[in-house]
């Protein structure tokens, strides 16, 4: 029989699961209430603060919650950890939105090249972010905005930073940069054409169009312009590409493909990697800094990447993103794919590859966070592990990686 704090546990969790309109919603509301003084320190006017939340209610269906009595809703399968890398870098998509990139460049051609000019941020780069965060325009981000963060804000794993966005949220609200119809996003809060959070847009914003107002929901001028600056703000080198594919040489330690190991282009060169297609650089590229990236460890292409390529992945902190987008750029000038073609790997659960970074954890190997998700540190660790249990070094979590673990090797 359930003992009576257990009962009542379990009764005051039905509510706030099954009728957020009462248990939930009243402390959801107070918690809303609480805030109306960082509002107000913000420049958020009473009335708006009034109008924007009466009836806000949250919404527990969202990922990244930490609701009471429930495991953690954990993050969305995004597409860039789960998927491999030639179902993510489909052929199919780049070449389609490559094309309609071409048109739009013509298209925005006053607004693009004083992007260029302004920020040093190629043309190709800033519609490739476009294209890949909303499909130039054409996909409708399904949350509203103000809703997302406040749930986000209130039993979210970031709590802290979704009040930020929160309140920021409202001053937009507020200031009338958007009206709360057209205020949609993603799950995370990022909303516009290029996919900002509030606070990205007071950081970033720019009018480029010239009107009075920043607008990335409408002008593509701004919206392109805004994500130009973040990106310069963020370290942006003019003059450089995002990185070089190579081909590795047989006996490459694919260990050596995290940031930390950084090596003029010309020494990789030294190394045995080759340009792919014969493709020359100059003396200025060949002195660039660049690390490695082998994003199916020894198998599929492999790239040299600059300074460049982290500024784009501070965007979205995925490599197969910043692949996505810097290919995308490169294929509105060139019809040519990558050299290497995709290989035929299969990509483990993240609860696997979570449990592999447990493993290489308590073994000393990994140090980075445990996501389950298989990034430069990770795939640098499994290749340190399989030097150590004497197994084929590939940097690839598979299931043979994970077998070897769980047998204590």
Known sequence: MMGGRALVAGLLLALVLHSPARAADAAFTQFIASLWPEAQAAGVSRATFHAETRGLEPDYKLPDLLLPGRPPTGAPAQAEFVQVPADYVKESSIARLAAEGQKLMQQHRTALTEIEKRFGVPATVVLAIWGRETDYGRYRLPYDTLRVVATQAYVGRRKDQYRTEFILALKLLGEGAVARKDFRSSWAGATGLTQFLPSEYYKHGIDLDGDGRVDIWHSVADALASAAQQLVNKGWQRGVRWAYEVKAPANVDCTMGVPEVTKPIAEWLRLGFVPVRGQKLSAAELAQPAS???????????????????????????????????????????????????????????????????????????????????????????????????????CWPSDAVLRAMSAGR
Do not use: C
């Open 292 to 394: 490695l990236l082998q994003v199916e460890g020894i198998y599929g292409p492999s790239f040299l990447t600059t300074k460049n390529y982290f500024v784009i992945k501070e965007y979205n902190f995925s490599d197969l993103y910043v692949l996505f987008v810097g290919h995308l750029a490169d294929r509105m000038t060139s019809p040519q794919p990558f050299a290497t073609p995709w290989s035929a790997s299969t990509q483990l659960r993240s609860a696997d590859v979570e449990a592999m970074q447990r493993h290489l954890t308590r073994i000393g190997l990994y140090k980075d966070k445990l996501d389950g998700k298989a990034g430069m540190q990770t795939r640098a660790a499994l290749g340190a592990f399989q030097k150590s249990a004497g197994l084929k070094v590939d």
